[in-house]
T-cell receptor, first 115, second 116 residues
């Protein structure tokens, strides 16, 4: 079975400061890893994903995440945040080609940006 | 292309009442899911349907039933609502593993349900 742990439930930062949202996972098989973002009163949207290949993956709005197999981590980073990044962020893990087709989500990290 | 749609957006029920949450997708996806979201607990899978005609229990199925009416529609039914079912409910869908974006789940806007 797979599980995901997001170590921080809330992260407050000042605008233009860097941020790191931490995510650790456990799995006995190879997995896909995802970060989803949920803006207030909306559904979840995929932010970025790691499937294979380069361990550093990037989103179109400046976020990046690095897959670290030895530490079973997939932390999300941004060098300079904006007010518009205020949202809840969910780390998730999925098993490719599994018949169950499920994705397991972490408990979420609420990112709040102070001006 | 509307993606994943859910109705209703909001609902208030009294304990013991029943209701059905509707979900539809227009992306020709095989797999569909129902999640509930509660503060501090992330998303928990209630039921899923890997393909038309099949349904399976997720992490928290008690008190719910589902119907995969056809490839497009996947409904969630609360037969006798309880206050513990107060939550935000999300429907999602995903293509087959042959789909180039098979890894991505597409979410609806959610239904906010309050049971008093």
């Amino acid at each position: 079975a797979q599980s995901v742990t997001q170590l921080d439930s809330q992260v407050p930062v000042f605008e233009e400061a860097p941020v790191e949202l931490r995510c650790n996972y456990s799995s006995s098989v190879s997995v896909y890893l995802f970060w989803y973002v949920q803006y207030p009163n909306q559904g979840l949207q995929l932010l970025l994903k790691y499937l294979s290949g380069s361990t550093l993956v990037e989103s179109i709005n400046g976020f990046e995440a690095e897959f670290n197999k030895s530490q079973t981590s997939f932390h999300l980073r941004k060098p300079s945040v904006h007010i518009s990044d205020t949202a809840e962020y969910f780390c998730a893990v999925g098993v490719p080609y599994s018949s169950a087709s499920k994705i397991i989500f972490g408990s979420g990290t609420r990112l709040s940006i102070r001006p | 292309n509307a993606g994943v749609t859910q109705t209703p957006k909001f609902q208030v029920l009294k304990t013991g009442q029943s209701m059905t949450l509707q979900c539809a997708q227009d992306m020709n996806h095989n797999s569909m899911y129902w999640y509930r979201q509660d503060p501090g607990m992330g998303l928990r899978l209630i039921y899923y349907s890997a393909s038309e005609g099949t349904t399976d229990k997720g992490e928290v199925p008690n008190g719910y039933n589902v119907s995969r009416l056809n490839k497009r529609e996947f409904s969630l039914r609360l037969e006798s609502a309880a206050p513990s079912q107060t939550s935000v409910y999300f429907c999602a869908s995903r293509g087959s593993w042959q789909d180039p974006r098979a890894y991505e789940q597409y979410f609806g806007p959610g239904t906010r349900l309050t049971v008093t």
